[in-house]
């Protein structure tokens, strides 16, 4: 009799101990899956606004963001290309972003060069044909697929859409509006926030 108590307390103890230890290995079991529903770090970012640090660009050079899921190009364009763009309105089918500006141009982009400053462009590279990636072709002159009057751009080589060097596609091409400018503000003169526009 007297050894009763005494077993009864073991046996509690042992059944503390192994509810514990079976409560921390369940626990540790079901982390994976209940963390599984938290966004990934990925997830996260593809809605998020991204910054592109353009110290140190040169004319001519081209950077790239990602955005969404989407290629954003910052491009520092020479002074000749900036000038150029005046001149081509004649061939191009909507040199003002006039077709459903708010989609492609945000309105501090609906100027001559589609964008915030003259030198730099932010652009979507994705054809709005049919989601095909252009290939820069900033080099002026005669060129494959180009006319000999090229002045600089972007040519989409799965069906042969051109733009210009702000994105604004040529006339009869397959690609029905030009280039998607994203939202975008500058942080600094060196730093470019892809995604918002909340400054501008």
């Known amino acids: 009799m007297s050894d009763k108590p005494s077993m009864d307390k073991d046996r509690r103890n042992w059944l503390i101990a192994t509810s514990a230890v079976g409560g921390v290995g369940a626990a540790a079991a079901l982390y994976p899956f209940v963390d599984s529903f938290e966004p990934s770090e990925r997830a996260k970012a593809a809605g998020a606004a991204v910054e592109i640090d353009i110290d140190g660009m040169k004319p001519d050079e081209m950077r790239t963001a990602e955005w969404r899921g989407k290629p954003v190009w910052v491009v520092r364009r020479t002074q000749e290309q900036v000038a150029e763009l005046a001149k081509i ?112």
């Open 89 to 200: 309105d004649g061939e191009l089918a909507d040199p003002n972003s006039l077709r459903d500006p708010a989609q492609f141009t945000p309105p501090y982009a609906q100027n001559q060069w589609r964008s915030i400053k003259p030198e730099y462009f932010v652009v979507v590279g994705i054809c709005t044909h049919l989601g095909c990636s252009p290939t820069p072709k900033f080099d002026s002159g005669a060129q494959p697929s180009l006319p000999t009057s090229w002045p600089g751009g972007y040519l989409c080589p799965c069906h042969g859409s051109t733009f210009d060097m702000a994105g604004r596609v040529y006339k009869n091409k397959p690609a029905p509006d030009n280039l998607e400018v994203p939202p975008h503000m500058y942080l600094s003169d060196t730093k470019i926030l892809i995604g918002e526009d909340k400054k501008a």
